[in-house]
């Protein structure tokens, strides 16, 4: 590393001129606007989403996504194995389009089975569509790239959370809740736009690991992610880091939730409540992003982004186990969330850039969707039965998770400075740096 580059990163405090050099490449501002119409999409359908799920049994709902993933992968397998890159990402693209404009038509009717399908199909959409465009990274980006830029990738999401229920809120009066399906969609259209911008930096990166880009389709069984996460360490320690992240979560969300009800009479209290802790965690992890992500990651890797916010969290569960009060449960969740979205995951998709492109979409679809939804159903069940012993129950429940969390963070931390199931550098053209295309 230049000595000029190492005094970049040698301090948190120069993240936002990290950011602003980053504005000339142009592989990062195709990533950051395709992430940023992404989760705008995804949080325009989320009060949608949530307002029809308030009327359901959540943990039916939970179960049911997780059968529809189940039933989902050997399909989205199939389409990765046959068809090459250039093929698949926009396929998947073009069937969430499809579907949102199979519910703006059930929108226009009375469905007894409407709300659930679309509760179970946003909860499906959000997984497969965010674990796709961070397998597409690893595709564009480099390592030591991935460790400078998924931060500030990041915050393309962070914004479009922020906008996503904005948009909502304006237009929902105006145009109807069906109408804003079509919202979505248009977003996913341009989503659709920035694959294609982004394909010659895949490519570059395809023959750099490689030495051509035959742009073929990867081949292999259907259900080789499976496989994968069985027989490589590594995946089995992201798949377990997954697993118990979920249930820190999950715990938490669901009695935070029981808490809120017992702690504030009025409705409106509540959503005041909630909303201050939303606006808690946004604003946190956009600091974070801008100002440590980048800084942790090129300085010392993946073990803070890990390790820190595991740390945290089983602090937290111990201190809420003693006093569980509504204040304290705010701090921790904006603690778990902001962590969750601003270090632990760039850290773990820094990993997936450096192991082949099976584990890529296939091992790393079956971690984000299968596993990720079947923790969802293990601990919405799991937080009912605590729940019916206490709150400091489910806490000290939170807290074995948040100890499994952490020793699954430092098993992947020492996985990962070992060499990985990487394909095999070769010299090609780099236009992953390059600052004019």
């Known amino acids: 590393m230049k000595s000029s580059e190492a005094h970049a990163t040698s301090s948190p405090l120069t993240g936002i001129r990290g ?139 962070t914004l479009g959370g922020f906008l996503g229920p904005i948009i909502t809120r304006s237009l929902v009066n105006q145009v109807g809740v069906a109408n804003l399906l079509l919202v979505s969609a248009s ?23 490689n030495g051509h880009d035959d ?65 808690a965690i946004n604003l946190t992890t956009i600091s974070v992003q801008m100002l440590l992500t980048r800084f942790l990651l090129v300085r010392f890797g993946i073990a803070p982004l890990l390790l820190i916010p595991a740390g945290l969290i089983l602090l937290g569960y111990c ?27 760039p850290a773990r998709e820094t990993v997936y850039t450096r192991v082949d492109r099976e584990s890529r979409y296939k091992a790393k679809a079956v971690i984000d969707t299968v596993v990720y939804r079947g923790g969802d159903v293990v601990f919405v069940w799991t937080h009912k039965l605590l729940a019916s012993v206490g709150s400091m129950a489910v806490f000290l429940g939170g807290a074995t998770l948040a100890a499994c969390l952490a020793a699954s963070a430092w098993q992947l931390v020492r996985l990962q400075r070992k060499p990985l199931p990487e394909e095999a550098p070769s010299p090609g053209a780099d236009l992953l740096t390059a600052r004019h295309p």
């Open 215 to 279: 742009e073929q389709a990867m081949g292999g069984s259907i259900l080789a992610g499976l496989r994968l996460i069985w027989q490589r360490p590594v995946l089995r320690a992201m798949a377990a880091l997954m697993f118990f992240g979920v249930g820190v979560g999950t715990l938490l969300y669901n009695e935070q939730a029981a808490i809120a009800r017992t702690a504030f009479e009025t409705a409106e209290a509540r959503t005041s409540y909630f909303a201050m802790i939303d606006l």
């Open 19 to 157: 950011w602003l050099a980053e504005l000339e490449s142009p592989a990062f501002l195709w990533s950051f606007l395709y992430f940023f119409l992404l989760l705008t999409a995804y949080y325009v359908l989320r009060p949608v989403r949530d307002a029809l799920g308030s009327t359901q049994n959540l943990q039916w709902l939970f179960s049911g996504t997780f059968v529809v993933m189940l039933l989902l992968q050997p399909i989205y397998g199939t389409l990765v194995s046959r068809f090459p890159r250039r093929v698949f990402l926009p396929v998947v693209y073009a069937v969430f389009i499809a579907c949102l404009g199979f519910f703006y038509w059930a929108f226009h009717h009375d469905f007894g089975w409407r709300s659930a399908a679309f509760f179970i199909w946003v909860a499906v959409f959000n997984r497969f569509a965010v674990s796709v465009f961070w397998s597409y990274m690893a595709d564009v980006f480099r390592n030591d790239d991935a460790r400078r830029l998924y931060g500030y990738i990041g915050v393309g999401g």
């Open 187 to 209: 977003l996913l259209t341009l989503c659709l736009l920035c694959i294609v911008k982004l394909a010659p930096f895949a490519r570059a990166r395809e023959i750099e690991r």
């Open 319 to 345: 201190v809420l186990a003693a006093a569980p009060l509504p204040l304290l449960v705010a701090i921790v969740q904006v603690l778990t969330r902001s962590g969750e979205f601003s270090l632990a995951k």
